[in-house]
């Protein structure tokens, strides 16, 4: 089992956003003193939900501050960016970082981004497969030609090629976030695995992957590669000698930064969206989540790792606020929680 950290670099009321990206760079950090796998990087742009609005440069950042630890975004945000120089990034920092470099895509939402980096509501609703393939071949092929509706563009060489990594792998991993039956019948077809996330449920989640492998057999992909898919499971963990106190700590901060955070997105085409009721959602979370004693966080953890068949964990640790607090729930996640997942 593979448990990592969960960045978002939420600005939580009365913080500055300088104070919240501090307080990301140094969780990453104290993730790998830690001793956990590895570190996911979410990307927001113009909310307070998330102030970091490139996952993959801060993901340079934090690769060349640490030397063990894997560094993934989750997710880099593709109908707002062009797939050829995101994986120009991801194939940089596969390289110079000696493979430690995962690459986590989204679909994203239907928000004003589309409209300030003029990619527009289609690249939302029905160009995010075009740019996936295009991303993907990119990483694995010599060359690249282009000759879709978003894209074409005559073959050009890919420089810097993935490949000639030192470190033997063939290219940095490409994981997809999946919502829907739809997203999981698109990664399944293209072998990638699914990064889950933390408002659903260990049931919803096992659905989710026995959907993958149905579609990735019809799709051709092999046992040993049905096998070999790695998925992740997005959650919040929050550590305390007893769990109504761990719980007490985020229902005290989440509801106020989920509330600021939520409301702030703004549609790119006026459409209405329901945003979650905070206090509830937070509720949920605690009840979803490794969210108590270190035992008992344990316990989650190998509980929806043995109901959903995923051993990779991306884990929300800054939901107090706190700068301190997030340090000290690293801390016991990589010294008491570990131990006991073996």
Same mark, same amino acid.
């Given at each position: 089992m593979?448990?990592?950290?969960? /960045?978002? &670099? @939420?600005?939580?009321?009365?913080?500055?956003?300088g104070e919240a990206l501090h307080r990301a760079v140094r969780s990453a950090e104290a993730a790998e003193e830690a001793g956990l796998d590895s570190v996911w990087l979410a990307e927001h742009h113009f909310v307070p939900y998330g102030?970091?609005?490139?996952?993959?440069?801060?993901?340079?950042?934090?690769?060349?501050?640490?030397?063990?630890?894997?560094?993934g975004t989750a997710v880099s945000v593709l109908p707002t960016t062009h797939p050829v120089a995101l994986g120009e990034q991801a194939a940089l920092l596969h390289l110079t970082s000696g493979g430690r470099f995962s690459l986590g895509v989204g679909r994203g939402?239907?928000?004003?981004?589309l409209e300030v980096f003029g990619s527009g509501l289609e690249a939302y609703?029905?160009?995010?497969?075009?740019?996936?393939?295009?991303?993907?071949?990119?990483?694995?092929?010599?060359? /690249?030609? &282009? @000759?879709?509706?978003?894209?074409?563009?005559r073959e050009v060489p890919v420089v810097p090629r993935p490949s000639e990594s030192l470190s033997g792998e063939p290219g940095p991993e490409v994981v997809l976030a999946c919502t829907s039956p739809r997203s999981v019948r698109l990664a399944a077809e293209r072998g990638l695995p699914m990064l889950l996330g933390m408002h659903v449920g260990d049931e919803e989640k096992a659905e989710m992957v026995a959907l993958w492998r149905k579609h990735a057999r019809a799709a051709g992909r092999t046992p040993e590669e049905i096998r070999a898919a790695s998925h992740v499971s997005a959650g919040v963990c929050q550590i305390a000698d007893r769990r109504t106190d761990a719980a007490e700590t985020l229902l005290k901060a989440m509801p106020g930064w989920l509330k600021q955070g939520l409301e702030a997105h703004v549609t790119v085409d006026g459409r209405h969206r329901a945003m979650?009721?905070?206090?509830?959602?937070?509720?949920?979370l605690c009840g979803l989540h490794p969210v108590g004693t270190p035992r008992l966080c344990a316990?989650?953890?190998?509980?929806?790792?043995?109901?959903?068949?995923?051993?990779?964990?991306?884990l929300l640790v800054e939901g107090s606020g706190d700068?301190?607090?997030?340090?000290?729930n690293v801390r016991r996640l990589g010294a008491e929680v570990l131990p006991h997942l073996g």
């Open positions: 593979r448990v990592g950290t969960f /960045v978002l &670099a @939420a600005q939580f009321p009365g913080q500055g956003q102030t970091c609005p490139s996952a993959i440069t801060l993901a340079a950042l934090l690769l060349g501050r640490t030397r063990r630890i894997r560094v939402g239907p928000w004003v981004d609703e029905s160009g995010f497969p075009e740019s996936l393939d295009l991303l993907v071949r990119w990483l694995r092929d010599p060359s /690249v030609a &282009a @000759a879709g509706d978003r894209y074409s563009f979650r009721d905070p206090l509830a959602y937070t509720e949920l316990d989650r953890l190998a509980a929806t790792s043995e109901r959903t068949g995923i051993s990779r964990f991306a700068l301190a607090a997030t340090e000290e």
